[in-house]
């Protein structure tokens, strides 16, 4: 299993819309396993995790990721400030 965790600057609550108004299309890539987004409401910053089945699926998803979350964050009016990927090599639960 593989993870893109992407990291934004923005007011959590309109982060929050901006990336619910994207979900459905992320659930409809292929390789898609599980995401979370987190917020912090008091420091105005954010977190999505992304899970994916491979790393060939993670990769293929890269450039339409890209256009979610420009999409979410122009709607919150937030910034992404960081995206990054990784090897899942423990789960626990």
Known sequence: MHARVSTYEGQADELVKGFDSVTASLEELEGFSKAYFL????????????????????NASVERANQMREKATDQAGASTQSVDHFEVAITVG
């Not at 917020?39 to 993670?58: K, N, Y």
């Open 39 to 58: 917020v912090d409401r008091v420091g105005g910053r954010g977190m999505s995790i992304t899970f994916w089945a491979s790393e060939d699926a993670l």
